[in-house]
């Protein structure tokens, strides 16, 4: 069964914090690079961080970079975005999914609201 979970989402003031979660099922995550996506109201979804399947190595988009931090649990299944200093420009919907490839399945988001 092919399922992404993601939770974590909320309304958060400038500068504060958050911290997303992923729950992924076997056959997306493991053994695959996974990377965190946003999609801001009437803006496509672009991917805003990614890591490799062993977690040794990431990367950001420039918009986000210094700021989220992106890791996994390869026992649990389960990718992280640590979220910090953030901006209104951060708002929207985050979904979580294989990184750098063309994804067909997603799952519902998490909602993120930073208000100024």
């Known amino acids: 069964q092919v399922q992404l979970v993601e939770s974590g989402g909320g309304l958060v003031q400038a500068g504060g914090s958050l911290r997303l979660s992923c729950v992924a099922s076997?056959?997306?995550?493991?053994?695959?690079?996974m990377g965190w996506y946003r999609q801001a109201p009437g803006k496509p979804r672009e991917l805003v961080a990614g890591i490799t399947n062993t977690g040794t190595n990431t990367a950001y988009a420039d918009s986000v970079k210094g700021r989220f931090t992106i890791s996994r649990d390869n026992a649990k299944n389960t990718v992280y975005l640590q979220m910090n200093s953030l901006k209104p420009d951060d708002t929207g919907v985050y979904y979580c999914n294989q990184a750098w490839r063309q994804n067909t399945y997603w799952g519902q988001g998490t909602q993120v609201t930073v208000s100024s």
């Open positions: 076997g056959s997306i995550f493991r053994g695959y690079a």
